[in-house]
Nanobody, 124 residues
Framework: QVQLVESGGGLVQAGASLRLSCAASGRTFSSQAMGWFRQATGKKREVVAACSWGGSTTYYSESAKGRFTISRDNAKNTVYLQMNSLNTEATALYYC?????????????????WGQGTQVTVSS
């Protein structure tokens, strides 16, 4: 089992930055690919970014490219999502997810463990 706890969300103005963190515990963290998803009210959960076990392979959604950065510190069992130039479309509940594979994945069903989410609200 893997437990994931997200933090770092909050209420910010458009143009601001936030850094989300996801602390993992349980089975070996470094062998798992990780992802960040988000779900806005009334919308489906969507991938924002993902990275392989070593962090060398990454994926970003079109809305995240150039503004968000996913990274991980396997020594700390933590994955991060740095979000810059936030706009109101980024308002959502952000989830951290882990899969029992070292390879990157971008679909919801590929992930085996989920955190409870951290709310990000961007005001105009």
């Amino acid at each position: 089992q893997v437990q994931l706890v997200e933090s770092g969300g909050g209420l910010v103005q458009a143009g601001a930055s936030l850094r989300l963190s996801c602390a993992a515990s349980g089975r070996t963290f470094s062998s798992q690919a990780m992802g960040w998803f988000r779900q806005a009210t009334g919308k489906k959960r969507e991938v924002v970014a993902a990275c392989s076990w070593g962090g060398s392979t990454t994926y970003y959604s079109e809305s995240a490219k150039g503004r968000f950065t996913i990274s991980r510190d396997n020594a700390k069992n933590t994955v991060y999502l740095q979000m810059n130039s936030l706009n109101t479309e980024a308002t959502a509940l952000y989830y951290c997810a882990a899969r029992t594979s070292s390879t990157i994945a971008t679909i919801y069903s590929a992930y085996d463990y989920w955190g409870q989410g951290t709310q990000v609200t961007v005001s105009s």
